[in-house]
């Protein structure tokens, strides 16, 4: 049984070591099928959200689920504490159990695992003491594997902090040339003005460079892709498929565009979705309905017509639009039903107020911003 009982112990305490480390040193994604912190979030991700559509009001559930990615990290963090904790506690039971001192108390597995978290977390107590030299060098090892794995959550959670953060600034930037939600029909009607086009491009230089942290980023650590932002209306998903949106339609045949510069960031953005799917094992789907139908084309073209954007011939550049669509609107359905995120349209809704714009100390107030005055808005 002891024999049993140490293998169990180096089995388990291996598993997590190694779990540990693709999930916080190793900077890439893992490809292979079965992972233990995969399946974690697989089976606690699906039963939040159903508990979250039964059991909280619609206008609340946003909330709620942006809970789920730093509650969930918190819990992952724990289970990997506990289960180090057994681990040790196994082979120390294994070794021969810890002895309380002065010979009061009672041994056992239970001392041990007592013995083993106050070793984890060195606490140092002194109450119990190994009972073999093979059980002091076990205090040592745990020991010190509990001083690493403090300094590696002192390290992760920052690290998490950060790219979050650099991620939500972009999408907060977007609000205010793309909508809120953010939408093709809205980027390229605000940068009709003059010189409009070249600040596009640079918006989507900028763009591209994001996509690339993001897909770094979240292909480190995918945990962040939980994690939602301020408001409901913006979502890092949103943001990438207003962009890729843009892109297409740059590409289909605006004339006078940055047909070069929405061919790069196009191009990264998209390998970001597809790379994110391959992550969290979401296989691309047809939309259940037309994002853009060829009534919603023809209404689009009316809007880029009245800012003064004309696309190149209609038949042509709707076939390539179509054809650019399928590259990424599969990816993109597919993540927005495994997060529940909802997808931005093609054209900003009629008389939505950007977020900047809205608050609800201003409300019917003297002054406050009307639809028109925000439909009006260059910048």
């Known amino acids: 049984m002891a024999i049993i009982a140490t293998l169990s112990g180096i089995a388990l305490i291996m598993v997590v070591l190694w779990e540990v480390f693709e999930t916080i040193i190793l900077p890439r994604r893992i ?73 009061s108390g009672s041994t056992g597995l239970l001392t041990d695992f007592y013995l083993s978290g106050t070793t984890f977390f060195t606490l140092g107590l002194g109450d119990v003491v ?65 010189q409009g086009m070249d600040a596009l491009r640079q918006l989507l230089h900028e763009w591209e460079q994001w996509s690339a942290e993001f897909l770094e980023g979240h292909l480190s650590y995918p945990v962040l892709a939980y994690f939602r932002s301020q408001h409901d209306n913006q979502s890092w998903l949103a943001a990438l498929t207003a962009i890729l949106d843009t892109c297409a339609l740059l590409m289909a045949g605006v004339q006078g565009a940055c047909e070069r510069q929405a061919q790069l960031t196009f191009a990264i953005a998209r390998h970001a979705l597809v790379d994110l799917s391959l992550v969290f094992k979401t296989k691309p789907r047809e939309p259940k309905e037309n994002r853009l139908s060829p009534e919603r084309l023809v209404v689009l073209r009316d809007i880029l017509s009245t800012a003064g954007i004309r696309l190149e011939g209609e038949e042509a550049s709707d076939l390539k639009l179509t054809e650019l669509r399928w590259l990424y609107e599969p990816y993109v359905e597919a993540l927005a039903g495994y997060f529940r995120i909802p997808v931005p349209p093609w054209i900003g809704e009629e008389g939505k107020v950007d977020n900047w714009r809205a608050s609800t100390w201003t409300m019917g107030a003297p002054g406050a911003v009307s639809s028109e005055a925000n439909k009006g808005m260059h910048f």
């Open 31 to 103: 490809t292979r099928r079965f992972r233990l912190t995969r399946l974690f979030y697989r089976s606690t991700w699906i039963p939040w959200v159903v508990m979250v559509g039964r059991c909280i009001p619609a206008r609340r559930q946003e909330t709620w689920l942006s809970v789920f990615g730093p509650l969930s990290l918190l819990l992952l963090l724990s289970i990997w504490a506990a289960a180090l904790i057994t681990g040790f506690a196994l082979l120390h039971w294994g070794a021969g159990s810890a002895v309380p001192i002065h010979g």
């Open 130 to 194: 190994p009972g073999s030299t093979t059980a002091r060098l076990l205090v040592v090892i745990e020991s010190g594997m509990g001083f690493a794995f403090l300094a590696l959550v002192i390290s992760y959670l920052p690290a998490l902090n950060q790219s979050f953060s650099s991620r939500e600034i972009s999408v907060s930037l977007l609000d205010a040339r793309a909508g809120s939600p953010p939408t093709a029909s809205e980027m390229l009607r605000r940068h009709s003005y003059a």
